[in-house]
């Protein structure tokens, strides 16, 4: 599939067997937009969780149930998963907007925030873990 960095959308699926759930994780980009492609009927769970913004004090945290159709924005500092699909298979189109000045056009956020500056990104969301 494609990675990150080397896209501005791509199609993930989650169900059961392949990928139930992604841990919580900030994206390299400056805004997220994920729109669910499934039908609610056709799964259960897979809730989106969105956490606090990564480097600020709040600590807001809630949870989206995904409807066909609809696009959640949030910034990609945001700290957000998706919870455990129990049955069936959601399918959700995410979309990346960077800066075209800012750091993120130039170095993930994810890595800045936590200081990676040596290119490690074994366990980052613009790694090869996160994007097989």
């Known amino acids: ?71 959640t924005f949030h910034l990609g500092r945001r700290l957000h998963a998706v919870d455990k699909v129990l049955e069936g298979e959601r399918r959700v189109l995410i979309c990346w907007c960077r800066s075209m000045n800012g750091v993120r056009s130039r170095v993930c956020p994810c890595c800045w925030m936590n200081r990676r500056d040596n290119g490690d990104a074994r366990d980052c969301v613009c790694g090869d873990a996160w994007n097989s």
């Open 1 to 71: 599939g494609a990675r990150p960095e080397d896209a501005t959308a791509f199609v993930r699926k989650y169900s059961p067997s392949s990928r139930p759930r992604l841990g919580f994780h900030c994206d390299g980009c400056d805004a997220s937009i994920s729109v669910n492609l499934s039908a609610e009927d056709g799964y259960e769970g897979g809730d989106l969780l969105l956490g606090g913004v990564r480097g600020q004090e709040d600590s807001d945290e809630c949870a989206i149930t995904p409807h066909l159709g609809v696009a």
